[in-house]
């Protein structure tokens, strides 16, 4: 079972989030998962680092496939219904806002020199891979995959 900070997920997490949390809380023991862990003041929903797999950053909207007016590789438009009103809104998009989150934590990372290459090619940069992923909670495979919307939001 994978070292999950917190040991609880808080009450006021998504539900999308919290079924993540259940299914990263069973990973193997050598994998170490982070909630919603404080890097310069925002807050990534996930930080996966396994010694096998490296970094992965994951991001957890639950919006549903409805309400999604527009979408890119930068931004949706998403329809928003509170207190009896429709909104629409730009948010940034999943991967898009992981990026920004792991190029952070990248600056910091190659601060330390052991973790980086110290000659060659790739001089300067991490030894170890890093990813960004997106989980759309409310959105079915089949959905992503027939509008295109999967392929829409990829850079």
């Known amino acids: ?6 040991d609880s997920i808080a009450s006021e997490a998504s539900a999308g989030e919290k079924r993540l949390y259940n299914i990263l809380s069973r990973l193997p023991d050598d994998f170490s998962v982070w909630y919603e862990p404080k890097i310069n003041g925002r807050y990534p929903d996930f930080i996966i680092l396994s010694p096998d797999f490296g970094i992965l950053i994951i991001e957890v909207k639950g919006w549903y496939f409805n309400s999604i007016l527009k ?16 909104t629409n809104q730009k948010q940034k998009s999943p991967l898009s806002q992981g990026r920004d989150y792991l190029f952070k934590i990248l600056d910091q990372l190659k601060a330390h020199p052991i973790l980086t290459h ?5 001089q300067g ?6 990813g960004v992923g997106a989980v759309m909670s409310n959105i079915t495979y089949k959905q992503a995959s027939e509008s295109k919307l999967d392929q829409q939001i990829l850079p």
């Not at 079972?1 to 917190?6: E, G, R, S």
């Not at 110290?118 to 790739?122: A, E, P």
């Open 1 to 6: 079972m994978a070292q999950i900070i917190p």
């Open 71 to 86: 979408a890119n590789s930068d931004y949706f438009e998403i329809k928003w219904r509170q207190n009896n009103r429709e």
């Open 118 to 122: 110290r000659s060659g090619n790739y």
């Open 125 to 130: 940069k991490l030894c170890f891979p890093v």
